[in-house]
């Protein structure tokens, strides 16, 4: 039976539709009495608003309103919250609603952004990036901070890893380091990225307790060569030496 | 008929579904809020409500306050001679509660639906059940705080219902609810939150900001002196809701010490808190699949919404403006009262059905082989977060390598992919036949039902042979023997009659004041030793007019201070 057979309805229906019959069958198929065919009731009834809603995005046109103006620097209007009104027990809400502003991808160039916050967490310290990442207004949009995870991801994929600290403080502003069928398709990408800076290895701009301060200990000195460097010098000696020589005999 | 209960951190309410909808039933001192605190007596009799609040000043170590924050935990609290554990503790608050509305109703109270954060996890919510056998009631059902005030809230709204995120901030928890009404369906889409962030965090970030700004700590001080700060910090919170500038001034330490608070430097004081409401409220968004304008409304309840800082971070948020409940310490309350109306099948909800969600994701322990090498570790999910419950899902697994005897399938709850981030809820092992591994499918079954209880259910393939897991047992859930053995202890203890209550929580107040205030202390003493020699007459005509001399005094001691 497809999902639109088990809510009696044909495959043209709209949302409203597949709302209607969902309430109609869940009257017949309580979550609390009958559990197994709840399950399949509602899986049925996801299946089916999926598919009205991909048909229909195709049309969808939005309509966006600005509040910038409204919500200014610090995005925040004057509320009108009025003074609690006690003498009432049932409940009364004010203030007034606002239709949402969406992204306007002619103000927030995505590209430019992700730039400079890579640049801010390659030249900075943990606390830096933790706080810039808080403090950008542009971040506290919900819609917005959905949108760039993935075109975050692309970009970390592009571009030199960072160290772990730093990605892994990205990843969790970002509830990139979390399980979620949302987040599946990223995953893979996600464990890819923390496997290379964890390769990568500690920041070196950090700097590190040294137990035992004895020069030289830790490898070789900077100048120190391999044998086969030492090897090929003495080859690039001796053939200078040979065109000098020819020269000189010409 | 069921009762409908709010157990909250600061404070809880109890009513009933009536013929002209929810009720919400005074206690005896005519409040529909009854602070949740406990205190202990001289006697080692039991105080419940603001007399006990009271006593937090005067009677710091026979008190205490917020345990709804050790629900799950063994943690234990000794007052007198009592030892209690946080279930008991709620359940004497639940006793007092149901006392009140058996006194409203007139009869015998024995079913309740009692709200609970919607992020409570499973030993949280057992322990809530503990809590209400221990007071004597079935817990019918358990309501998820924001689901209860969406109900409260979307009922009001007759007109073909909408969506709505319910932010919901209360004294010790925060949860973010997205829901959709429609059709008499209310269809939880989302919830996240987090367990340990509420009106008493914020609290708590004041009073360590006075302390640092004085040069003081915390323990420096007496826990009379402590209890007092609290109370001045707690008050100028609320005033700090209302108006732009407070100021307080109280002597500590031997030194007079005086504050100046304006709205900003609060906000500054909280930044670290308010961050933390952040990502709830976006988790909640991203898994119910819905941008911020397809939502009609967002509103504001528990008490903490009521800090300006609240509305400001959902419009900066949502880029819109949210709506507060009028009276957000009576939206959760309201609405446990509609659950139990439902849950009694009454005529007018009968066409109304609640679906619901599971807030964490669980899952199983797996190990990854990539490049040769095998990564242990690695969380597998079976039901992801805000999976509408009832709801059973089955995942297929193989053993590590060939010929293996047995496998142990080990059981976690949360999100993120390495399970050692998560919390291990059990484990079952199930016995395979010698075969290649490939050969050696298990099939995991997990059932998670509508009162948020795991079933796991491991199935191998190739012999058919089945195992179940009781979870194992946790340390915050008592067994049913230790449940009746605590259920008679509690009934042992001694309560005092409601009628009294007014009585003892005036003598409270004066022995509150006599702590906070020097100047008054003889006055006080003498009236108090007057107070308590009327009460022992036992002529009630003449302790209510000793009553409401006392109250006047007490009124006008508190006003001049």
Redesign the interface.
Known sequence: MTPFARLGLSHDADESQV??A???E??KT???ED??A??RL?EAY?QCLEWVRRSRAGAAT?V?ED?DEL?GDD???S???R????A???????????????FDSAVFDSGAFLGQLLRIARENTSQELQRWL?EH?DL????R??ALAPLLIARLQDEPSLYIAQLDIVLAFF?L??????TASL?PAV?DLRAYSQARGADFRGLQFDPDPRPGKRGRHPLALSPSMWFFLLMLLAAIARVIKAANSA | MIVGIDLGTTHSLIGVYGPDGPRLIANALGSLLTPSVVSVGDHNEVIVGRAARERLVSHPQRSVAAFKRWMGTDRVTALGKHRFRPEELSALILKSLIADAEADLGHRVEEAVISVPAYFSDSQRKATRIAGELAGIKVERLINEPTAAALAYGLQQRDGGGRYLVFDLGGGTFDVSILELFDGIMEVHASAGDNFLGGEDFSQALLDAFLSEHGLAASQLALTELAILERRIEALKHELARGSEVAFELSLAGQPRAWRVDEAAFARICEPLVQRLRAPLERAMRDAKLSPSQLDEIVLVGGASRMPLSARLVSRMFGRLPLRHVNPDEAIGLGACVAAGMKARDESLEEIILTDVCPHTLGVSTSRETHGRYTSGIFSPIIHRNSTVPVSRVERYFPTYDEQRAVEIEIYQGESPRVEHNVRLGMVSIELPPKRRDENPIDVRFTYDINGLLQVEAVALSTGLKREVVLEKNPGVLSQDEIRERLAALAAIKVHPREQQENIALIARAERLYEELLWAREQLQDALVQFRGALDMQDPELIAHHRAEFARYLDAVEAQS
């Open positions: 709302k209607r969902y309430a109609r869940l009257r309580r979550p609390d559990p197994v709840f399950q509602h996801a939005a966006f509040l919500l995005a925040l209007p509320l009108r919250v003074a609690d009104d006690a009432t027990a049932t409940p009364v809400f004010d203030g007034a609603t606002v239709t949402g502003r969406a808080r207004p506290y949009s919900v819609e901070k959905q509830d380091d979390t399980v979620h069928p949302r995953q464990a």
